[in-house]
């Protein structure tokens, strides 16, 4: 029996000299006011002083003392330091950037306190100062423990009080010595560089520069899934493995999306059915909305936890002619709302400004932003990332566009996203368009799912090759009830578990005949050594893929067709014979992350053998031979794909720990629940 526990962050707890409050100052200060007032011949200068981050006063005062040789008792003095310390903060305490904003938004769901070496007195009387404490539910100073940090004393304690397990905890430091505490606690912890710089601080889990790079969103990264076989031994065959299990999967995130965008650019109402409503395709639904699109959602669960979500979207055509909005439009990471909206934002009626989270804004759209440039569209994009400003194509309006259309040319390489986009706005240019690819198209079925979707709605593309694209002007989206089929490259992860564990696993709703690209991942996995049954007909269309009797054998692939696999298959590479290459996926380093780079690194902590190349990847594999491989904590970069690949390695590593579960909700919210089925 598999176990999958996700395990929650339920409650954030600060340090607060450094972390709330920049006090470092005031606190030298006030030592070396005691010093000179009761004549100790003593002086604390600042660099001497960062030695002692992280401890209460009477702990940095009898360190002091000893080493001067002064014969006094540290507890008198370092009251009358605090007191001072005290009289002093009264006139100057102000929260350092983020703090109160963070602690307001935190507490909405998360429980908080504080956790300080500082005297009780300080502490109370510093977060009364900030106005933070109506927030915490208690705070812990250093006159409530016997040992100091880096001592996990007053983080344990904290835990205790909370009555939460240590992984349910999240600390905010900015002293060597408390990360080190809280690491020894088993909390996650941030370290901000407000005190020390990051070099000091690489025992932290994640540094920031500011508090103002933190939010709720940040906190659930350190969430995770623990995942446990607990009836498989090592070197021995999974003992489900004679058991068929079904599951389906949802609707297409590349067919709703692009679905989404030309239902909204045609003549009428759509109804888009069996969507897939994940947080991609909710970004591209909340774009087009502020884009003047009406949009109706019904999204309904089946009572049958096999079913995958059904529910409709009924989208109410704008003819081409989008508004403006008044506001930036913020697509989050969705690369295909980026993308596509990014062109489409041409058809408004004046300008457009399309954003999103820090990764995105590191993503290249310079080829994008040219290609319109060609065909007549004024638009911009800093850095050659986003954000994209577009202004539309408002013929009243002065310092408008002009979307001539004509020809242009597009580097095909990084992405066909940006090529998809282009097409499905070209039947709105006042000539016909006429694209060519410099060098070799990325991910050509991906682009055979826009010229279907497009084909669908009435209009059609000539396709030269993969070369040369025309789509004549004239052409209009008609209205259309459409069905989204499900997705190809969300059933790898189950193809992927029965290759590795020699389970039978059928996934249902699936066309074997999609253009999707990564369909063929099953035809990878019978090179392999792998059994599939296709399923193809009017009653019923499903895939199944049944795991080999002895062991997977290694395979040397191309994988630029289908990219969205490739970390599937790579972790199934990792319990073949021999050595897999994966070639031609150099665009997989412009992703949520480096997919490539971030592989490589996951599958070593396990054990793996891994050669990260330019463009693709070496995995020698284990066989049979398990001993080598190992559990481990899993980042997954915020990447969907990165979370749902190594559930794969947990069916046969037992304590797997996969960091940021709900990363998944990017395009398949209900996956850990699916794995529970199995």
Same mark, same amino acid.
């Given at each position: 029996?598999?176990?999958?526990?996700?395990?929650?962050?339920?409650?954030?707890?600060?340090?607060?000299?450094?972390?709330?409050?920049?006090?470092?100052?005031?606190?030298?200060?006030?030592?070396?006011?005691?010093?000179?007032?009761?004549?100790?011949?003593?002086?604390?200068?600042?660099?001497?002083?960062?030695?002692?981050?992280?401890?209460?006063?009477?702990?940095?005062?009898?360190?002091?003392?000893?080493?001067?040789?002064?014969?006094?008792?540290?507890?008198?003095?370092?009251?009358?330091?605090?007191?001072?310390?005290?009289?002093?903060?009264?006139?100057?305490?102000?929260?350092?950037?983020?703090?109160?904003?963070?602690?307001?938004?935190?507490?909405?769901?998360?429980?908080?306190?504080?956790?300080?070496?500082?005297?009780?007195?300080?502490?109370?009387?510093?977060?009364?100062?900030?106005?933070?404490?109506?927030?915490?539910?208690?705070?812990?100073?250093?006159?409530?423990?016997?040992?100091?940090?880096?001592?996990?004393?007053?983080?344990?304690?904290?835990?205790?009080?909370?009555?939460?397990?240590?992984?349910?905890?999240?600390?905010?430091?900015?002293?060597?010595?408390? *990360?080190?505490?809280?690491?020894?606690?088993?909390?996650?912890?941030?370290?901000?560089?407000?005190?020390?710089?990051?070099?000091?601080?690489?025992?932290?889990?994640?540094?920031?520069t500011s508090l103002e790079n933190v939010n709720n969103e940040t906190i659930k990264r350190f969430d995770f899934v623990e995942i446990n076989n607990s009836k498989l031994k090592p070197?021995?065959?999974?003992?489900?493995?004679?058991?068929?299990?079904?599951?389906?999967?949802?609707?297409?995130?590349?067919?709703?999306?692009?679905?989404?965008?030309?239902?909204?650019?045609?003549?009428?109402?759509?109804?888009?059915?069996?969507?897939?409503?994940?947080?991609?395709?909710?970004?591209?639904?909340?774009?087009?909305?502020?884009?003047?699109?009406?949009?109706?959602?019904?999204?309904?669960?089946?009572?049958?936890?096999?079913?995958?979500?059904?529910?409709?979207?009924?989208?109410?055509?704008?003819?081409?002619?989008?508004? @403006?909005?008044?506001?930036?439009?913020?697509?989050?990471?969705?690369?295909?709302?980026?993308?596509?909206?990014?062109?489409?934002?041409?058809?408004?009626?004046?300008?457009?400004?399309?954003?999103?989270?820090?990764?995105?804004?590191?993503?290249?759209?310079?080829?994008? *932003?040219?290609?319109?440039?060609?065909?007549?569209?004024?638009?911009?994009?800093?850095?050659?990332?986003?954000?994209?400003?577009?202004?539309?194509?408002?013929?009243?309006?002065?310092?408008?566009?002009?979307?001539?259309?004509?020809?242009?040319?597009?580097?095909?390489?990084?992405?066909?996203?940006?090529?998809?986009?282009?097409?499905?706005?070209?039947?709105? @240019?006042?000539?016909?368009?006429?694209?060519?690819? *410099?060098?070799?198209?990325?991910?050509?079925?991906?682009?055979?799912?826009?010229?279907?979707?497009?084909?669908?709605?009435?209009?059609?593309?000539?396709?030269?090759?993969?070369?040369?694209?025309?789509?004549?002007?004239?052409?209009?989206?008609?209205?259309?009830?459409?069905?989204?089929?499900?997705?190809?490259?969300?059933?790898?992860?189950?193809?992927?578990?029965?290759?590795?564990?020699?389970?039978?696993?059928?996934?249902?709703?699936?066309?074997?005949?999609?253009?999707?690209?990564?369909?063929?991942?099953?035809?990878?996995?019978?090179?392999?050594?792998?059994?599939?049954?296709?399923?193809?007909?009017?009653?019923?269309?499903?895939?199944?893929?049944?795991?080999?009797?002895?062991?997977?054998?290694?395979?040397? *692939?191309?994988?630029?067709?289908?990219?969205?696999?490739?970390?599937?298959?790579?972790?199934?590479?990792?319990?073949?014979?021999?050595?897999?290459?994966?070639?031609?996926?150099?665009?997989?380093?412009?992703?949520?992350?480096?997919?490539?780079?971030?592989?490589?690194?996951?599958?070593?902590?396990?054990?793996?053998?891994?050669?990260?190349?330019?463009?693709?990847?070496?995995?020698?594999?284990?066989?049979?031979?398990?001993?080598?491989?190992?559990?481990?904590?899993?980042?997954?970069?915020?990447?969907?794909?990165?979370?749902?690949?190594?559930?794969?390695?947990?069916?046969?590593?037992?304590?797997?720990?996969?960091?940021?579960?709900?990363?998944?909700?990017?395009?398949?919210?209900?996956?850990?629940?699916?794995?529970?089925?199995?």
């Open positions: 029996m598999v176990a999958i526990n996700l395990i929650k962050i339920k409650a954030v707890v600060f340090d607060m000299d450094g972390v709330l409050i920049d006090s470092e100052k005031y606190h030298l200060q006030a030592y070396n006011d005691i010093f000179e007032e009761l004549n100790l011949g003593m002086y604390l200068s600042r660099e001497d002083f960062k030695r002692f981050f992280g401890r209460g006063a009477k702990q940095i005062i009898f360190q002091l003392f000893k080493e001067n040789k002064i014969k006094e008792d540290p507890v008198k003095y370092a009251t009358l330091k605090d007191k001072r310390f005290r009289e002093i903060i009264k006139k100057y305490a102000k929260p350092l950037p983020g703090v109160v904003e963070l602690i307001k938004s935190l507490s909405k769901e998360y429980r908080l306190c504080v956790a300080s070496s500082a005297a009780y007195e300080n502490v109370k009387l510093i977060t009364k100062l900030l106005k933070v404490d109506k927030y915490l539910e208690f705070f812990i100073s250093g006159d409530d423990v016997k040992d100091t940090k880096p001592s996990p004393e007053i983080y344990l304690k904290a835990a205790k009080k909370l009555k939460l397990n240590a992984s349910e905890c999240v600390v905010i430091e900015d002293a060597n010595l408390g *990360v080190q505490a809280a690491k020894s606690a088993g909390m996650k912890c941030i370290a901000v560089t407000n005190t020390l710089p990051k070099e000091k601080l690489r025992q932290a889990d994640l540094i920031v070197n021995k065959k999974d003992p489900n493995s004679d058991k068929t299990k079904t599951i389906s999967v949802p609707g297409s995130k590349s067919y709703t999306n692009r679905a989404l965008l030309v239902a909204a650019l045609a003549e009428g109402k759509s109804v888009i059915r069996n969507p897939l409503f994940s947080d991609d395709t909710k970004y591209m639904i909340d774009a087009l909305k502020q884009l003047g699109v009406k949009i109706v959602v019904n999204n309904i669960k089946k009572k049958n936890t096999n079913a995958a979500k059904e529910g409709s979207i009924t989208v109410y055509g704008t003819s081409g002619k989008l508004k @403006a909005p008044k506001k930036e439009i913020f697509v989050g990471n969705a690369g295909t709302a980026m993308r596509f909206l990014s062109a489409a934002s041409t058809l408004a009626d004046g300008k457009v400004v399309l954003t999103g989270e820090p990764r995105m804004l590191e993503r290249p759209i310079d080829d994008l *932003v040219d290609a319109l440039k060609q065909l007549g569209v004024k638009a911009s994009a800093k850095n050659n990332c986003p954000p994209v400003t577009v202004f539309g194509n408002n013929k009243n309006k002065a310092g408008a566009s002009k979307f001539l259309g004509g020809k242009c040319r597009i580097n095909g390489a990084k992405s066909s996203q940006f090529l998809s986009a282009l097409l499905m706005i070209a039947p709105f @240019a006042e000539h016909d368009v006429e694209i060519e690819i *410099v060098g070799e198209l990325a991910s050509k079925p991906f682009v055979d799912i826009t010229i279907d979707v497009m084909h669908r709605f009435g209009v059609e593309v000539e396709n030269t090759n993969y070369k040369k694209f025309k789509i004549k002007t004239g052409q209009w989206y008609d209205a259309h009830n459409y069905v989204i089929e499900g997705d190809a490259s969300n059933t790898s992860y189950f193809f992927g578990i029965a290759a590795v564990t020699g389970r039978k696993i059928r996934v249902e709703n699936i066309n074997p005949k999609t253009v999707q690209g990564d369909i063929k991942f099953v035809n990878l996995l019978q090179e392999m050594g792998c059994e599939v049954l296709f399923g193809d007909n009017k009653e019923s269309n499903f895939i199944e893929v049944e795991g080999p009797k002895n062991n997977l054998k290694a395979i040397d *692939v191309d994988m630029n067709s289908m990219p969205d696999v490739v970390q599937t298959l790579a972790v199934v590479a990792l319990f073949a014979n021999g050595i897999t290459r994966i070639r031609n996926v150099s665009n997989l380093r412009i992703k949520e992350t480096d997919r490539l780079h971030a592989m490589a690194t996951e599958l070593r902590k396990l054990g793996g053998d891994v050669e990260e190349l330019e463009s693709g990847l070496e995995i020698k594999g284990c066989g049979e031979d398990l001993k080598r491989l190992h559990c481990a904590e899993i980042n997954t970069y915020n990447d969907h794909r990165m979370a749902m690949c190594f559930a794969i390695a947990a069916f046969k590593i037992p304590g797997i720990k996969i960091l940021n579960p709900s990363c998944v909700n990017k395009t398949f919210p209900e996956y850990w629940e699916k794995l529970k089925q199995l």
